[in-house]
């Protein structure tokens, strides 16, 4: 396997980078930020989204770093952790040059995904980004979370203005668009997606369940025994129902997944995982490629 402790020269920060092991000159790859929820680290999420398994096959570069805010506990900050990422950002288009970064995909969990709709307000990341997956850290439309994800701790307050809990804001930028979570974490999924209306796309047409028989490689231990079905068991095989948006303009991927008697912190298993990389790698990208031409 082709890992390294890539180090972001600005900060001293590492961060997981992970390439095929075959990976030639010039080749085009598909560039994943693998990006944490709040309490976790890029280990946890290496194992949670093992984009890694996928590298060879679907010629993938996936950076994956650790928040530095660890009190009061480890979550993302934009003061102390924004500039990390653009430069992790830099680091892996000047690495691999951005003419073969056929496309970049912002991924990211829980308070990672988040994270992720905080930067794709920025400038920066408005130019580079060609697609977000939540994992379950906010979907763009309306969607409810049930007060069984609240056990044990107090519902958010939200600013006035903001989104509801689980709710993205909107971002204004050109990309696709995949929400996966939980069927526990959700009170039901909407029919229909703003995103997916933004780009003339047809209704929600419902494909062939992915089924698997080999569990995710990671759950949340700490709550073993103390958790709920909203916030995740442990790691077992399952179903995912997937949903897509055709006809996408552009040709933009647009797709809602729902892993069937899942919560939050489950790992994502082999086959559904496959079929989220199918998704990123099918979707259009450019945006790199468009930087350079421009610089």
């Given at each position: 396997m082709s890992s390294t402790a890539a180090v972001d020269e600005a900060t001293g920060r590492k961060?997981?980078?992970?390439?095929?092991?075959?990976?030639?000159?010039?080749?085009p790859v598909t560039f994943i930020l693998n990006i944490h929820g709040g309490g976790s680290v890029g280990?946890?999420?290496?194992?949670?989204?093992?984009?890694?398994?996928?590298?060879?096959s679907h010629r993938l570069?996936?950076?994956?770093?650790?928040?530095?805010?660890?009190?009061?506990?480890?979550?993302?900050?934009?003061?102390?952790?924004?500039?990390?990422?653009?430069?992790?950002?830099?680091?892996?288009?000047?690495?691999?040059?951005?003419?073969n970064i056929r496309a970049f995909w912002l991924v990211g969990h829980s308070q990672g995904g988040m994270t992720s709709n905080r930067l794709l307000q920025q400038d920066f990341f408005q130019q580079r980004v060609d697609g977000w997956l939540s994992l379950s850290g906010g979907r763009i439309g309306p969607i409810e979370l049930p007060e069984s994800f609240f056990a044990g701790r107090a519902r958010p307050v939200m600013p006035e203005g903001s989104p509801r809990p689980g709710?993205?804001?909107?971002?204004?930028?050109?990309?696709?668009?995949?929400?996966a979570v939980g069927e526990n974490e959700m009170v039901a999924l909407p029919e229909a997606s703003p995103w997916a209306e933004k780009y003339g796309a047809g209704p929600k047409q419902r494909l062939a369940d992915v089924v698997d028989t080999e569990p995710g490689q990671i759950y949340d231990k700490l709550r073993e025994g103390n958790s709920t079905a909203a916030?995740?068991?442990?790691?077992?095989?399952?179903?995912?129902?997937?949903?897509v948006y055709p006809n996408a303009r552009d040709g933009r991927v647009i797709a809602d997944v729902v892993r069937l008697d899942k919560g939050h912190t489950e790992?994502?298993?082999?086959n559904i995982m496959?079929?989220?990389?199918?998704?990123?790698?099918?979707?259009?990208?450019?945006?790199?490629?468009?930087?350079?031409?421009?610089a």
């Open positions: 961060f997981y980078l992970d390439d095929p092991d075959d990976l030639r000159p010039g080749e280990a946890w999420q290496r194992a949670y989204f093992p984009a890694v398994d996928f590298k060879e570069v996936i950076a994956t770093p650790s928040a530095a805010t660890k009190e009061p506990m480890r979550r993302w900050v934009a003061e102390a952790d924004d500039e990390h990422l653009k430069n992790i950002v830099n680091f892996v288009f000047e690495k691999y040059g951005p003419a709710q993205a804001i909107t971002p204004d930028v050109e990309m696709s668009f995949i929400f916030w995740g068991l442990a790691a077992r095989p399952g179903t995912a129902q997937v949903y790992g994502l298993e082999p496959r079929t989220l990389v199918e998704m990123l790698v099918s979707a259009p990208g450019g945006k790199a490629k468009a930087l350079l031409a421009k």
